[in-house]
């Protein structure tokens, strides 16, 4: 199940309550030393872990009285047991939210009845996960039954916060996407086509198509740059389009530095559509700490499950594909440059590494206007910096899709004279010159164009 590159012991936690489990770390060498290694499995929390099964099983056996009320109760009542004391709980536990999402589902009786399925997928922890699940230091492989397991268990409410290690991953739990604490109807409703969303999957996951012995990989990727004469790879400039749908190619995920983003609470961008349409993709949560400013994280056969319209505030969950395939993405957080527009312009190295540890050896990518939008980022600047990176890394071809019409492919016939040196040439002296506040209305393709004696 788990390739890591460190050798360490396998070994077991029982402990009943989260406060036990911080006091034996912080008194237990053996493990503090292996926390890298580790994420603890809710089956791992004895008692706690049996007093969920007492739910699982309530669900598992209920196949014949379901309704989208009771079914809420029983994801409240496991969520209240991962708190010993009610004052732990600082609200009011309330996931109307779940209720709603099934209620006007359009596969309503068909998604009620696998709910008991649901449940023995999720007990199915004790016998797949026996010692841990490990976190992704260089890679993991799972099945893609054991992808569902896990994914049940969030689904469910099982998965157990985490103490508070900055090594630990961001809580996962699927209690946030449940609660319906705020009646701002908007984000409620991105709320109800998340879940829907994941309706679907596990539809899915009980239908003849899926295919359980399947591996999914988790790579966390670290690469040497070197700047080098190479040519630059075939460019692409798409004004429409998914980038979901394009395919024999790796997809771009503008990752947040914590992977997932918000997509188990109210974002709705482009990190947590692609999470919600590749749903297999939400078990990296689980096993991803914070990514470093020189790594990437790779995800490879993930399935494309979910159709959607719409972006943020207006995303909607449509069903499932016609055809589903194995997909792959490239998770790479850019700098946020809100509220610091300029400081893009000193950045650009950092960007140029970030993109380059993700797209080496990759041989075609999807991508487009990484860490634009709310991030502030100059998209043309943006463009070329993935462009050298991914010839760098010697990719055969970079698809750039963007909503924006713009004359490019005469750009790019002129700027393909380049080898990948010299554009990162072109490249740093616009940075330097925009950094010294010394260009304004001009950005770095049209600045780059007029420096060239064609």
Request: charge should be neutral; proline fraction near 3%; hydrophobic fraction near 40%.
């Amino acid at each position: 199940m788990i390739n890591q590159s460190a050798d360490k012991k396998n070994f077991q936690i029982s402990t009943p309550i989260l406060s036990d489990l911080e006091e034996e770390t912080q008194n237990n060498k053996e493990i503090q030393q292996h926390l890298q290694y580790l994420y603890i499995s809710p089956n791992l929390f004895t008692k706690l872990w049996l007093d969920i099964k007492k739910q699982l099983e309530i669900l598992k056996s209920s196949q014949y009285n379901l309704n989208p009320f009771n079914v809420q109760q029983i994801l409240e009542e496991i969520y209240r047991l991962h708190f010993p004391n009610p004052q732990q709980i600082k609200k009011k536990i309330n996931f109307r939210n779940f209720y709603l999402a099934l209620d006007g589902f359009p596969q309503k009786k068909e998604f009620i009845a696998k709910i008991p399925n649901i449940a023995d997928l999720a007990l199915k922890m004790d016998t797949e996960f026996r010692d841990y699940v490990g976190m992704l230091i260089e890679r993991v492989e799972l099945k893609r039954q054991q992808v569902a397991i896990l994914i049940a268990n969030m689904f469910l409410c099982v998965m157990h916060l985490q103490p508070d290690f900055k090594i630990l991953p961001q809580v996962f739990i699927m209690g946030i996407l449940f609660d319906r604490q705020n009646e701002d109807s908007i984000q409620n409703n991105n709320k109800i086509q998340k879940i829907r969303c994941l309706f679907y999957y596990f539809l899915h996951v009980f239908s003849p198509d899926f295919k359980g012995q399947e591996k999914i990989v988790f790579t966390r990727k670290k690469a040497n740059l070197t700047i080098s004469n190479s040519p630059l790879c075939d460019f692409i400039y798409c004004e429409y389009g998914q980038m979901e749908n394009v395919q024999d190619c790796y997809i771009v995920d503008f990752a947040n530095k914590k992977i997932g983003g918000g997509v188990l609470n109210l974002g709705c961008v482009q990190e947590e559509i692609l999470f919600l349409c590749h749903p297999e993709a939400l078990a990296s949560l689980l096993i991803t700490t914070e990514i470093k400013a020189d790594e990437s994280i790779i995800i490879e056969g993930v399935n494309r499950l979910i159709m959607y319209e719409g972006y943020s505030n207006k995303f909607e969950c449509k069903g499932t594909v016609k055809q589903i395939r194995s997909v792959s993405l490239i998770c790479i957080d850019a700098g946020d440059y809100t509220g610091n527009y300029h400081q893009q312009y000193k950045d650009y190295r950092r960007e140029l590494i970030k993109s380059y540890s993700g797209f080496y050896g990759i041989p075609r990518i999807c991508t487009g206007k990484w860490g634009c939008g709310v991030f502030g980022g100059e998209w043309q600047l943006k463009a070329l910096i993935q462009w050298v990176a991914a010839s760098l890394g010697g990719c055969q071809q970079i698809v750039f899709i963007n909503d924006e019409s713009y004359v490019f492919n005469q750009a790019f016939n002129l700027l393909k004279e380049f080898n990948s040196n010299q554009l990162w040439e072109q490249i740093q002296k616009y940075c330097y010159k925009k950094q010294k506040d010394e260009l304004s209305n001009i950005n770095a393709i049209d600045f780059i164009l007029s420096q060239k004696q064609f």
